[in-house]
């Protein structure tokens, strides 16, 4: 009975080799199979081969980041010389192994002699205008007592890099060496990440310590001083009073003699009994200015660059104007409408204009595009989505014709001053009208002062 029993209980034994499956188990299979020291040496080796397989792989990727083409060639040199020089007797391909093992060596140790060093990068001013001069400092310490070699650091500014070589630094001395910063055109300027570049004299090995993060630089267009014009205030209660004197408002100025057509309202009855007369109030007209400037970014409606970087100093120009005489100011440009897409995007960006930094910071990064709205659509957009605007100026190049501009400056309302500045050095500055469009046409920033001194005459 007991060895039925028996017999049935091994019948439903699992073997431990059943117990794993698949390719990725050999080392359970074999543990499971033998216990003891061979499963722990099993267990050891496998581990090892681990922490060798990460060792190298961490050596190689170390590898690549430092030897360069050119180290890998002289490597592949030295194992095909050794391999088939020994093999045929080509002396010749053994020196050429030989020397090339003797350039690696060399190369390697150079890395190793360099010592640590300490660098420290700083911007004069973050903010320039286009042609004034800039300049960052660099200081670099040895902060080791040991002598270090001489080594270069890379800076990298916009689309160059500046090479900046070290000499030899003696334990705790400092290197200071002061550079220069492009403003000769606008646009934002990344400066950094400094670095510091490790490498032999004929470029077989190369190791870069980054020390530094980056510096944004803005080179701000150039602007000139527009006078304070009232072109385009509009009369509103909540607005700032004027000189201009009305019979009806909120800031009181004055009494008068009542004439022939005066409100009842309006007569002042203590000053009418001591006059004898009939005296009423006179008040100063509140007015209130809602102006937006209209950039085209279209590539279509500059003839070249120059005429573009004039558009960009014209309307921030005009926007500081605005912001100086505590207008309210709305500064839009046209979006791109996206590759491939089945229509032209009809929409504008306003940029940041509640200060003349943050203004003149979103001009700094604009560009012209060729898929960005002409100025007829950007006028189109801003007189449907901008609302309570009294006098709205539409900056373009030297493309847009007259008629074009005449119907761009019908979507605005009635009563809305609409003034096209046409950015063209070709053609005289000069004022004129096309059916109440006022059309300033510069050559040069200055030009838009003078306009602007004119339209206020008329």
């Known amino acids: 009975m007991s060895t039925g029993t028996g017999a049935a209980s091994r019948s439903h034994t699992v073997h431990p080799r059943s117990a794993t499956a698949g390719p990725g188990t050999a080392r359970t299979r074999v543990v499971s199979d033998r216990t003891g ?88 001013h973050e903010r320039l205008v286009v042609g004034q001069p800039g300049s960052g400092h660099l200081e670099v310490r040895n902060p080791s007592r040991r002598r270090t070699f001489g080594s270069r650091v890379e800076l990298p500014m916009g689309r160059s890099v500046l090479d900046i070589a070290l000499p030899a630094l003696a334990g705790r001395a400092t290197y200071s060496h002061e550079f220069p910063i492009d403003t000769g055109g606008r646009g934002v300027v990344d400066i950094g990440p400094l670095r510091s570049v490790l490498s032999d004299p004929i470029g077989v090995v190369r190791r870069e310590i980054g020390w530094s993060g980056t510096t944004r630089v803005f080179v701000h267009p150039q602007t ?20 201009v004197l009305t019979s009806s408002d909120v800031s009181f100025h004055a009494l008068r003699e009542y004439v022939p057509g005066d409100e009842r309202r309006n007569i002042h009855w203590k000053s009418t009994a001591k006059a004898g007369t009939p005296m009423v109030r006179q008040f100063e007209e509140s007015r209130r200015s809602r102006l937006v400037v209209a950039l085209s970014l ?35 440009v046209g979006r791109s409408t996206p590759p491939f897409a089945g229509r032209k995007l009809l929409d504008v960006r306003h940029l940041d204009s509640l200060s003349r930094g943050r ?36 900056v373009c190049g030297s493309a847009p014709s007259a008629r074009e501009l005449r119907t761009a400056s019908a979507y605005f309302l009635a009563g809305v001053e609409v003034v096209a500045v046409v950015c063209d050095a070709e053609s005289a500055p000069g004022l004129r009208r096309i059916d109440g469009l006022g059309v300033l046409t510069i050559g040069y920033l200055d030009d838009l002062r003078r306009s602007l001194v004119r339209l206020a005459g008329r």
């Open 224 to 243: 000139v001083t527009l006078p304070n014009t009232s072109t385009g205030f509009i009369r509103d209660l909540d607005g700032a009073a004027s000189t």
């Open 37 to 124: 020291m061979f499963a722990d040496a099993v267990v050891a080796a496998v581990r090892a081969a681990e922490i060798v397989g990460r060792a190298l792989s961490s050596m190689a990727r170390t590898a690549s980041s430092v030897v360069t083409p050119l180290g890998w060639s002289l490597l592949a040199v030295a194992v095909t010389g050794f391999a088939v020089g020994y093999r045929f007797g080509w002396v010749e391909l053994v020196v050429a192994a030989f020397a090339s093992v003797v350039i690696l060596l060399i190369a390697l140790g150079s890395l190793v002699a360099r010592g640590s060093l300490a660098a420290e990068l700083r911007i004069g």
């Open 298 to 332: 279209a590539a279509s409606d500059y003839a070249d660059d120059a005429e573009f970087e004039l558009a960009v100093s014209a309307a921030g120009s005009l926007g500081i104007m605005a912001l100086r005489s505590e207008r309210d100011l709305a500064v839009v």
């Open 359 to 394: 203004l003149l910071d979103e001009l700094t990064a604009v560009d012209r595009d060729e898929s960005s709205l002409p100025v007829g659509d950007v006028a189109r957009v801003v007189a449907d989505r901008v609302g309570d605007v009294s006098v709205a100026y539409l």
